[in-house]
């Protein structure tokens, strides 16, 4: 069964701090990495998607790869009160067409 | 910025009865999706359709539901003969290329009384 696996929080951070999201993988052979925020009763939107290890910056948002600790993750500088969502982390294991999500982890971000 | 439409935005039925969910996928689009949300629970993928035919399935994805595409543009969701438990918030999705990121329709909220 290929899984991916967050902390489910909620994580609490000041406004104007560093959240950080983790996420990991089972299916090493993956390929394809997205983070997706979702508001309440919304549907899930973008916010990076990653193939490659290493870091991909864009604006206040910084995903992280490791292939090889079958890790990602999700840094947002500058914590505001409307980041507070739901983050999924999703993965497109190899072989498959199927996309596999977490549970999401449960950002709030205080004033 | 084109996007993926789904109708209607909420449906309420009996159960047993059929319901069918629309979708008009992003048009140029190749792979489409659906996956549904159990309120608190994660998005989980039921069906994935390529080149008019399902490619991948879920096992919560039983025979009594169905997809179709029976036009150029639209992609059905039916389900057969509805249980409780398929309360859900049902999302459509697609994509242009095998493993590019997924563009989400905005839902249909599905309560089965």
């Known amino acids: 069964q290929k899984e991916v696996e967050q902390n489910s929080g909620p994580l609490s951070v000041p406004e104007g701090a560093i959240a950080s999201l983790n996420c990991t993988y089972s299916?090493?052979?993956?390929?394809?990495f997205f983070w997706y925020r979702q508001y309440s009763g919304k549907s899930p939107e973008l916010i990076m998607s990653?193939?490659?290890?290493g870091d991909k910056e864009d604006g206040r948002f910084t995903a992280q790869l490791n292939k090889a600790s079958q890790y990602v993750s999700l840094l947002i500088r500058d914590s505001q009160p409307s980041d507070s969502a739901t983050y999924l982390c999703a993965v497109n294991p190899s072989g498959t067409y199927k996309y596999i999500f977490g549970t999401g982890t449960r950002l709030k971000v205080l004033a | 910025e084109p996007e993926v439409t789904q109708t209607p935005s909420h449906q309420v039925t009996q159960m047993g009865q059929e319901v069918i969910l629309r979708c008009v996928p992003i048009s140029n689009h190749l792979y489409f999706y659906w996956y549904r949300q159990i309120l608190g629970q994660k998005v989980e993928f039921l069906v994935s359709f390529y080149n008019n035919e399902i490619s991948e399935k879920s096992e919560i994805f039983d025979d009594q539901f169905s997809v179709e595409r029976p036009d150029g543009s639209n992609f059905t969701l039916k389900i057969r003969s509805t249980k409780l438990e398929d309360s859900a918030m049902y999302f459509c999705a697609s994509i242009r290329r095998a493993g590019e990121k997924l563009f989400f329709g905005s839902g249909t909220q599905l309560s089965v009384l």
């Open positions: 299916d090493r052979g993956s390929q394809s």
């Open positions: 990653i193939y490659s290890n």
